[in-house]
């Protein structure tokens, strides 16, 4: 089976990934740059960071992350601090996770909903301590979820929230092989369990920050926030300590491939908040990227045993049709992707009931095509048929994800 070139790829995500997420300004290079190059990384301009699309190739990489261990640069992601003696309380009441629920020592997932339920963004947080919890917005929703936080923080200044992303690198290690690979570099006590987070421990390499069992691929792993002057020092430690492992650095193009295959929603793709003004892509009807969590479908970003803001939309789309649901092609064919309608049947007039949101060829599955796709009333198991070209339909299976 032949391998998937760089170029099919990389011309693939450009189609997918809508073209906000390329900026009009110089894009800004991450404190591991230099690494990149170093590496002989393809740079490419995301969410306005410099940042690899790949190093070898997207095959290469993703299955390398799959099999043995990959090596993230994410430090284009945001790094909040909220503080206060209610702050978990603060936070349940504005999200759709159980906050409080989550003892020190813990991570988990959640949706922010504007006051009528539309997803602004996700979040990863970490409980530090009572009175600390760290959060990790996505990329390109910085600015915005910094003045949603400010605009709820409480009154009496209970609460507070601080902007550390500048001053963070962020490194992700994922992959079968990365629990060895961070107890060599970092020693035994760094080791960190799924969803778990700590302070990094003292070490060798007198590497200092936060580490949480965290991730985007679906793999066992760690995600490291280091201040920006240590992040090539960690970077070349993990590759000299992970080479016999089976550790690749692995860019942008592998991430996004991996976090499909896995059916995790992407900010900006999966769901676009419509207060930030930007229009979906021009194959999808207007706000149809306008979601709430129900809709998605996520399992375990949800508890509706409590009042969060944007609750009532949630509460009301629990029952009713439309989902986020995995494709898995039965035919080859062009490969789905942003913006393909998906038909009830192959018929020329057949109704359609719904669009891709993400889609790729899946280098796990032998380049089998996969997608995740917002429909209305389908039944896992069904049969639909998605427009790939103006003259080619394929015919497909509605699954429920991980797709592998």
């Known amino acids: 089976m032949p391998l998937l070139s760089n170029l099919s790829i990389e011309r693939l995500l450009h189609l997918s990934l809508p073209q906000r997420f390329v900026s009009d300004s110089p894009p800004v290079r991450t404190a591991l740059y230099a690494c990149h190059l170093e590496s002989e ?19 290469e990489e993703h299955l390398a992350c799959r099999s043995s261990a990959g090596m993230f640069d ?5 790094f909040f601090s909220f503080r206060g003696d209610k702050v978990r309380q603060w936070l349940e009441s504005i999200s759709t996770q159980r906050v409080s629920s989550f ?8 949706h922010f909903l504007d006051h009528e339920g539309q997803i602004i963004d996700d979040m990863i947080f970490a409980i ?11 990329a390109s929703m910085v600015p915005t979820m910094w003045n949603w936080f400010c605009e709820l923080l409480p009154d009496d200044g209970s609460v507070t929230v601080e902007n550390l992303s500048d001053e963070t690198s962020i490194i992700a290690l994922q992959g079968p092989n990365s629990a060895e690979i961070l107890t060599a570099a970092l020693g035994g006590e760094n080791s960190i369990g799924r969803f ?7 070490n060798e390499a007198g590497i200092t920050g936060w580490i949480q069992g965290t991730g985007y691929t679906g793999e066992s792993g760690a995600e490291i926030f280091v201040p920006n002057e240590q992040a090539g020092l960690l970077w070349n430690l993990f590759l000299d ?8 650095p692995v860019g942008l193009g592998a991430r996004d491939t991996l976090r499909l295959e896995k059916g995790y929603l992407l900010s900006g793709q999966d769901f676009l908040w419509p207060g930030l003004g930007i229009q979906p892509d021009e194959s999808l009807p207007s706000d149809f990227l306008a979601r709430d969590t129900a809709e998605t479908a996520v399992p375990f970003g949800l508890d509706m045993d409590h009042d969060f803001v944007g609750r009532s939309r949630v509460l009301s789309s629990l029952d009713s049709g439309v989902k986020w649901h995995g494709l898995r092609c039965l035919d080859r064919g062009p490969a789905p992707r ?6 009830s049947s192959d018929d020329d007039d057949s109704e359609i009931i719904g669009y891709v949101t993400s889609g790729c060829p899946s280098p796990s599955l032998s380049r089998t095509g996969i997608a995740m796709a917002y429909l209305d009333n389908v039944e896992i198991g069904t049969e639909v048929w998605i427009q790939a070209s103006p003259r080619r339909r394929v015919r497909a299976e509605v699954v429920r994800p991980p797709f592998v």
């Open 241 to 248: 300590s992970g080479r016999s492992h089976g550790l690749v």
């Open 41 to 59: 990384a393809k740079m490419v301009d995301f969410h306005g960071f410099e940042l690899p699309i790949w190093y070898s190739s997207i095959q």
């Open 338 to 343: 942003l913006g393909h309608a998906v038909k």
């Open 103 to 110: 003892a020190p020592g813990r991570c988990g997932y959640t």
């Open 128 to 138: 530090k301590s009572d009175d600390c919890v760290l959060g990790v917005p996505n």
């Open 74 to 78: 994410v430090s284009h992601m945001g």
């Open 196 to 202: 778990k987070c700590q302070e990094i421990a003292p």
